[in-house]
């Protein structure tokens, strides 16, 4: 299940990435992006089809690692304070 979270993780920071390279017109880095996310989302999906429902907790957790460490990062990369 760890190995859950980490895609989910990867998923969804990926995801974050990609809106903030839209909002900020980063047309590469979204191209670039998107064959990412793809893979990340084959990985959660084939985690979650072997998991079923006790797969929620993990997923959650890796989410929120996710979302947080995209907003995290992309600032820092971005030269933001």
């Known amino acids: ?3 859950l979270s980490l ?5 969804v920071g990926l995801r974050s ?3 903030l390279n839209v909002i900020h017109h980063l047309y590469l ?12 989302e084959v990985s959660v999906i084939i985690g979650i089809v072997g ?4 797969a929620v907790p993990w997923v959650g ?7 947080t460490a995209a ?3 992309h600032k820092r990369a971005r030269g933001s304070k």
């Open 51 to 54: 998991a079923g429902w006790p």
């Open 71 to 73: 907003m995290y990062l």
């Open 29 to 40: 880095p979204a191209a670039v992006t998107s064959f990412c996310i793809a893979a990340a």
């Open 17 to 19: 990435v990609q809106q």
């Open 7 to 11: 895609s989910t993780a990867c998923l």
């Open 61 to 67: 957790a890796g989410g929120a690692m996710g979302v």
């Open 1 to 3: 299940m760890i190995t």
